[in-house]
């Protein structure tokens, strides 16, 4: 480790017991920074953490939309976003105003919008999903029309996971379109014991040849099985960090080395210092819209809790 590195880890941890502050840190962040977090998730997971964390402030490493969560969660806290210019292109792909046209074509259809949305978007949707949960949500409610925003890609996957029908919106992760079938077959020709571990926001032709297809956080929970050795990784390549620290001694290859966020790679060291010393930049959302999203967010939330109730005439998962 090289001394300035040294000297940040030092500062962030005197600071964080100063402001009564917990790092969470998504899988795809820079490795220091995942060593540094309280706790190192996927994105149900981060969101879950800071549903239940007693810290006065949450620092997260992260994208907006991530941070976003937390504060339509605990509106009693500071959520801060080292870089507030860690943004989401996948979620800048919808809008409110778009989905609210969507909406009047499709009167009465159900809208699960992916956990990958601002919060107005959230905010007019039903219920959210994230990619640890999207096939079991989708399944917890009654057939009917339902609209799945903004990831065309998962929303392709769960559908046919689920054989139910969606209405798809056209939005894509730009760092996952980066991941290619042709690329994949190669690998699987170098490592043909290797099982091929894909995300869901990955093209349909690379989903079509995958082992398994995972959250973030089922990719780490897979790596740990006694009967995997190598694994062929199909996401964001920050992944790779967790994977080989939790599993010495097993074997993890990229797909693809570009696959990089450049959002995720834009929290450091440095600026949790100064977030922490500065107290910003701070992400609230309006209470009118944190309200109406939040509802959408716990219903997500309880899904996973994992008991059926009735809602709006739809059966979905309650505690
Ligand atoms: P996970 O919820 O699987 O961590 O995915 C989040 C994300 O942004 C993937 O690109
Ligand atoms: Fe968004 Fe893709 Fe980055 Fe995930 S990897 S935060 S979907 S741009």
């Given at each position: 480790m090289q001394d300035r590195d040294a000297e940040l880890i030092e500062?962030?941890?005197?600071?964080?017991?100063?402001?009564?502050?917990?790092?969470?840190?998504?899988?795809?962040?820079?490795?220091?920074?995942?060593?540094?977090?309280?706790?190192?998730?996927d994105s149900l997971e981060l969101s879950q953490r800071a549903a239940e964390t007693d810290a006065a402030v949450i620092v997260f490493c992260g994208v907006h939309f991530m941070a976003e969560t937390a504060s339509i969660l605990c509106p009693e806290k500071v959520v801060l976003l080292p870089d507030v210019h860690a943004g989401c292109p996948m979620a800048d792909m919808i809008t409110a105003e778009r989905l609210r046209e969507k909406k009047r074509e499709h009167p009465g259809a159900l809208v699960i919008c992916y956990v990958n949305s601002s919060a107005e978007v959230k905010a007019e949707s039903d219920i959210c999903c994230t990619s640890a949960n999207a096939v079991a949500i989708v399944e917890s409610l009654d057939a009917g029309e339902i609209i799945f925003v903004p990831d065309q890609y998962l929303g392709q996957y769960v559908s046919a996971r689920t054989g139910r029908k969606l209405?798809?919106?056209?939005?894509?992760?730009p760092t996952h379109a980066r991941i290619t079938a042709d690329r994949v077959r190669e690998l699987k020709q170098e490592y043909p014991r290797a099982r091929l571990v894909v995300h869901p926001e990955c093209r349909p032709e690379v989903?079509?040849?995958?082992?398994?297809?995972?959250?973030?956080?089922g990719m780490c929970r897979y790596a740990r099985r006694d009967d995997v050795a190598d694994m062929i990784v199909g996401t964001e390549i920050g992944i790779i960090h967790r994977l080989r620290k939790e599993n010495?001694?097993?074997?993890?290859?990229?797909?693809?080395?570009?696959?990089?966020?450049?959002n995720m790679k834009s929290i450091t060291l440095e600026k949790i210092v100064w977030t922490l010393e500065e107290m910003e930049p701070e992400v609230r959302v309006p209470e009118e819209i944190r309200v109406r999203a939040r509802a959408a967010v716990d219903k997500m939330l309880r899904a996973g809790a994992g008991r059926r109730k009735k809602w709006r005439g739809w059966s979905y998962l309650s505690p």
């Open positions: 500062k962030v941890r005197s600071l964080k017991i100063e402001r009564d502050a917990v790092i969470l840190a998504h899988n795809y962040q820079l490795g220091e920074v995942q060593d540094i977090a309280d706790f190192v998730g209405i798809l919106w056209p939005g894509f992760c989903i079509g040849l995958a082992d398994e297809v995972l959250s973030t956080g010495p001694g097993k074997r993890f290859i990229p797909v693809s080395e570009q696959a990089i966020c450049p």
